[in-house]
């Protein structure tokens, strides 16, 4: 299994911006899909964005035209751009690789 290890959460104000990255150490990452999910307190964690190999990209509907998913495979890190935040953005933040790894998560915290 690959190692992942997602950083950049925090406290943001509505309609604040944060930045995720994960970091994953395993071999052929180019050729992965990667993806973020999410889980807010007393939910079910939720898929957030994919991204393939060559970037193709798709969101779950709450989060399309405010996060952005992307990769620098040189790098073997996933990024999710995440701007307009809300309150109802607070959860949790996981990578998943498709081996069935998740990383540790990142706290984001969105509140004034």
């Known amino acids: 299994q690959v190692q992942l290890v997602e950083s950049g959460g925090g406290l943001v104000q509505p309609g604040g911006s944060l930045r995720l990255s994960c970091a994953s150490a395993g071999s052929n990452f180019s050729i992965y899909t990667m993806y973020w999910y999410r889980q807010a307190p007393g939910k079910q964690r939720e898929w957030v964005a994919g991204?393939?190999?060559?970037?193709?990209?798709n969101y779950e509907d709450s989060v399309k035209g405010r996060f952005t998913i992307s990769r620098d495979n040189a790098k073997q890190t996933i990024y999710l751009q995440m701007n307009s935040l809300k309150p109802e953005d607070t959860a949790i933040y996981y990578c998943?690789?498709?081996?069935?790894?998740w990383g540790q998560g990142t706290q984001v915290t969105v509140s004034s």
């Open positions: 991204i393939t190999g060559t970037g193709s990209t």
């Open positions: 998943h690789h498709p081996d069935g790894t």
